[in-house]
């Protein structure tokens, strides 16, 4: 039993490039979550899914794009990768029901040069 | 307004004792949940405790309880018998309403000395 599985681990860019950060569940969650890690400033939350088909902003969602391609699955995609991205990004899952407890990925580090 | 705040950026506690990490939060909804994570140096997000709005009870699991104070919109942690490998990153955290997602505070950084 994975988990949550995140790939890539770690990623450099270049600015303007382009990348998507893919995530998978195994625990057949509803809830799916992407947030980004910055030094001195916690987890803050870019884009989730409640459920499969739908997708919602949450507090930093510009410069990203996400897809929910099925209930496993929810990919994070940088159209552009400016220098601003550069973050840990971690993909979370949860099951929707009381207490929407959260489970988390490994992380993907990435950089943008 | 900041909805979590963690006023300690740094603790250090001596191993085998207790330690009481704060975390103090800001909602209008009668409705909500409070968690804690650790995240050691590897990186990843590790769930050890909830507490909901509704909970009369405060929120134990092992050597970790949530002592919270719903007036003073508290969630503190408590570890007891501080061990070496609860050196790591706590974050607190909170679910509004019907909402799934969690809303994080910056975090302490929790160091056990031997």
């Known amino acids: 039993n994975a988990g949550v599985t995140q790939t890539p681990k770690f990623q450099v860019l270049k600015t303007g490039q382009s990348m998507t950060l893919q995530c998978a569940q195994d625990?057949?969650?509803?809830?799916m979550y992407w947030y980004r890690q910055d030094p001195g400033m916690g987890l803050r939350l870019i884009y989730y899914s409640a459920s499969e088909g739908t997708t919602d902003k949450g507090e930093v969602p510009n410069g990203y794009n996400v897809s929910r391609l099925n209930k496993r699955e929810f990919s994070l995609r940088l159209e552009s990768a400016a220098p601003s991205q550069t973050s840990v990004y971690f993909c979370?899952?949860?099951?929707?029901?009381?207490?929407?407890?959260?489970?988390f990925g490994p992380g993907t580090r990435l950089t943008v040069t | 307004a900041q909805k979590i705040t963690q006023t300690q950026p740094g603790m250090f506690v001596q191993e085998k004792e207790a330690v009481t990490l704060d975390c103090t939060y800001d909602t209008s909804d009668q409705s909500y949940g409070l968690f804690w994570y650790k995240q050691p140096s590897s990186g990843e997000m590790i769930f050890l405790i909830y507490?909901?709005?509704?909970?009369?009870q405060n929120a134990t699991e092992g050597r970790y309880s949530l002592n919270f104070q719903k007036a003073r919109k508290s969630a503190n942690l408590v570890i007891s018998a501080s061990q070496l490998g609860d050196s790591a990153m706590y974050f607190c955290a909170m679910r509004e309403g019907s909402a799934r997602q969690l809303t994080f505070g910056s975090g302490t950084q929790l160091t056990v000395l031997p």
């Open positions: 625990m057949n969650h509803n809830s």
């Open positions: 507490q909901g709005s509704y909970d009369e």
């Open positions: 979370a899952s949860s099951e929707g029901d009381t207490p929407y407890e959260q489970y």
